[in-house]
């Protein structure tokens, strides 16, 4: 069967030229193009020559008849057929010129239409890229590319050319799909440019507060902040999973509490640093949004002296009343330098605050760019308890640090000397001349001794606070073996117990002031004892109170009369004055020294000293307590005997005249003739215009004219008395009469 088809066929053409001559058919173009954008008008040309009358002309793609028209008669006929191509794709246009059952002649061409598609992901993360890649149909066809953003141009830009370009985003979308892409190819041979768009959202995330600040990084340690995942376009907040994480991971100095979009950061391990928050949105296409903030944590810092963390809260510092501690302000961590600090004091009138030598007040306000600050804490009034006064140390963004102070005092002082002149001047107190040294009970006990108000008292004031606790070491810390301190015992008996370095237990001995006796012991140089009263506090803070004492009772210088070859009076047999003049004073002196007084002496050998010489002495080398110049008298008539005791006569003191009294009392007590009495005499040596306003006496033991006085002042035993007796009476009045340190007279 397909043999003889094929066989008819050819004689069919072979046969038909012959029968038919004048039938062709060509198709002469598409019009213009070879391509064809699809959705537009394809143009075919045909021209044909047809002779015989019912033929047609039949338009076919692709083998589909499309239409048909009569064939007109004639030769070298144009017509035009059209063809709405709404498919891409290359087809075979052909015309047919034939009549019904009679096929004739055809022509053919090949036309291409073409269409361009755009693929690519809708979702763009702000500041990323992604690619749109646009595709021909059919495929393989070479043409031009044309870019453009025809819908939210402020959005992203576009980069490269060709098929594949790179679109990268600027600013988030307002709305779902708000930025268009288009691109038009024009392929080639084509005079028209197919297109298609693609619909983009460009999307972010910022990690805020929620309010329109920006985030705050900055958090004290122990506190939070609640940070959240901002996303726009909003619409697209529900789209996809929210990451929260911290970096380096592994870091302590936050911890992190994420619930979907929102997250806790909370500074609970106490560390200070910085750490970087990050939150992630990935709402699909593998496309997704970061954001990080940098944390710092941060803890401002109090130090009041050198005391730690835990203890500035547990004991508190401990602040002497008058005494300084420094004051450390200081930020662990980091703050913007212009933040500011502010130091607040709950007890103002307690503490003062010092910058160097410049005064502050509370509340104290600095920079964080100025820290560390030294400052300095002066207690000003003691506290009503242990740890009543509270700084606290804050800063504007959370945080706070405190240190709890005690203002305390401890004092020690005389019974009748306090504030600088315990220290400066120091007490005098008097030596116990009579102490028989045996120490078993206070001499104030003996009989025929000092007197109750005579003894000095050593006060240990009173604590403050009275609720201060621990213990209080009172110790002769310079000058031991001078004095002697003494317990006084509550009852009424009055025991008393020697001490000399004695720990108090401040809570329970020392709950109102206490006081001990003090015994002069020995005579000691000026402000040579020193007694101190020191409290260690729970701080270890060392705080001390001192008072000085000086064991003395005063300054005496003798003055043997006569002397060299100045002989004084002399006795029936031949006995000169200024021998038992010096011999009396070289006694007393003895005594007196014995007794803790210092003594000097005008002349201490048979020498010439003139009486100027003496005054000078006194006025400017000695300027003695008191001034006592021995002599003997003399009288024309030998039976006269007697004591005289002199002062001067030109403007005497009252104290002078309580020498003389006693002076002239004792020694007549011992030498026992006739008692002459106290009478005043214009002496050089008492004279007060040259002799510095000393008090002074002179005493005449007896008359050495007198033979059976001058006999007696040979003997040893007798002026041993009376210097015994002259001692008695000048400690007397020294240790009763005077009070130290002496005043000079107006
Ligand atoms: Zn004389």
């Known amino acids: 069967m397909r043999r003889l088809f094929f066989l008819s066929l050819f004689l069919f053409l072979i046969l038909v030229p012959q029968l038919e001559a004048a039938l062709n058919v060509a198709i002469e173009s598409p019009l213009d193009d070879s391509c064809f954008r699809v959705d537009t008008a ?45 498919a891409a794709g290359v087809f075979t246009l052909t015309v047919e010129l034939r009549k019904t059952g009679c096929y ?29 890649t646009a595709t021909p149909t059919p ?64 999307f972010d995330v910022e990690i805020s507060e929620g309010g329109p600040n920006p985030p705050d990084p900055y958090i004290p340690v122990g506190g939070k902040r609640t940070y959240l995942a901002i996303v726009a376009p909003p619409s697209l907040d529900q789209a996809g999973p929210y990451t929260w994480s911290k970096s380096p991971s592994e870091t302590e100095v936050i911890s992190l509490y994420p619930v979907e979009y929102s997250c806790e950061v909370r500074a609970d391990t106490y560390q200070t640093g910085s750490a970087t928050l990050k939150a992630r949105f990935d709402p699909g296409e593998e496309a997704y949004a970061e954001d990080s903030l940098g944390i710092f944590v941060f803890r401002p810092n109090i130090v009041v002296g050198e005391i730690g963390e835990g203890v500035e809260t547990d004991t508190g510092a401990y602040l002497a009343k008058g005494g300084t501690k420094s004051c450390l302000l200081q930020l662990e961590g980091t703050l913007p330098p212009d933040e500011t600090v502010t130091l607040t004091c709950d007890k103002t009138g307690k503490v003062s605050l010092w910058d160097g030598e410049t005064p502050k007040s509370f509340p104290y306000q600095c920079a964080v760019s100025a820290l560390p600050k030294n400052l300095t804490i002066k207690g000003e009034a003691t506290s009503d308890t242990i740890r009543d006064i509270t700084l606290t140390l804050t800063t504007a963004r959370g945080g706070s640090d405190i240190a709890k102070i005690t203002v305390f005092e401890i004092k020690l002082d005389w019974y009748d000397l306090s504030g600088e002149a315990k220290y400066d001047t120091g007490l005098y107190v008097p030596l116990n001349v009579d102490d028989d040294n045996n120490d078993t009970s206070l001499d104030k006990n003996q009989p025929n001794v000092f007197q109750e108000n005579d003894l000095k008292k050593l006060i240990i ?64 140089s000026i402000r040579e004892v020193e ?85 000078r002495q006194t006025k400017e080398e000695y300027k003695p307590s008191f001034f006592f110049s021995i002599h003997n008298n003399a009288w024309e008539n030998p039976v006269v005997r007697g004591t005289e005791t002199f002062t001067t006569s030109v403007s005497y003191y009252e104290l002078e005249d309580i020498f003389a009294n006693q002076i002239q009392s004792k020694i007549h007590g011992v030498v026992l003739e006739n008692d002459r009495g106290v009478k005043r005499y214009n002496y050089q040596v008492l004279r007060h215009s040259e002799n510095g ?41 020294l240790v009763e009469n005077i009070s130290y340190p002496k005043q000079p007279n107006p």
């Not at 061409?109 to 749109?132: D, M, N, R, W, Y």
């Not at 990268?168 to 197919?194: H, P």
Request: with cysteine; charged share 20%.
């Open 531 to 615: 007694i101190k009263l020191s409290y260690t506090a729970p701080d270890e803070t060392i705080e001390e109170d001192k008072v000085k004492a000086t064991v003395k009772i005063g300054t005496v210088l003798l003055d043997p009369g006569h002397g060299g070859t100045d002989s004084g009076a002399v006795g029936p047999t031949g006995l000169l004055e200024k021998e038992p003049n010096l011999n009396l004073a070289s006694k007393l002196k003895t005594r007196l020294q014995n007794a803790g007084v210092e003594v000097n002496m005008t002349r201490s050998t048979d020498e010439t000293v003139s009486l100027s010489e003496r005054n």
């Open 139 to 202: 495929g393989g066809l070479n043409g031009t590319y044309s870019w453009s953003v025809t819908q939210g141009s402020d959005k992203i830009n576009l980069e490269g050319s060709g098929n594949t370009i790179s679109v990268n985003g600027l600013n988030v979308s307002g709305l779902i799909n708000d930025v268009v892409v288009k691109v038009e190819f024009t392929a080639s041979g084509a005079s028209a440019a197919a297109s298609a768009t693609h619909s983009l959202t460009v």
């Open 461 to 524: 004031r009173k604590p403050s606070p009275s609720s201060l606790s621990g213990f209080i070491a009172l110790t002769i810390s310079s000058g031991t073996g001078r004095i002697k301190l003494w317990e006084n015992s509550e009852t009424d008996t009055k025991k008393i117990t020697e001490v000399s370095s004695e720990n108090y237990d401040i809570a329970g001995d020392l709950q109102a002031d206490t006081w001990l006796w003090v015994e002069g012991y020995d005579t000691s």
């Open 42 to 86: 394809v143009l075919v040309n045909v021209r044909y020559t047809c002779d015989q009358a019912g033929y047609s002309l039949i338009f076919k793609v692709d083998g589909i008849q499309k239409s048909s028209v009569n064939a007109s008669q004639g030769v070298d006929i144009q017509q035009v057929f059209v063809w709405d191509a709404n």
């Open 693 to 733: 306003k000393t008090d002074g006496n002179l005493s005449e033991t007896t008359f050495i004219t007198n033979a059976i006085s001058e006999d007696r002042l040979r003997e040893d035993d007798f002026k041993e008395a009376v210097a015994e007796a002259m001692k008695k009476a000048i400690l007397k009045v």
């Open 104 to 132: 004739s002649a055809s022509a053919s061409i090949e036309a291409t239409v073409f269409s361009v598609g755009l693929s690519g992901k809708t979702l763009l993360a702000k500041g990323k890229s992604t690619s749109l």
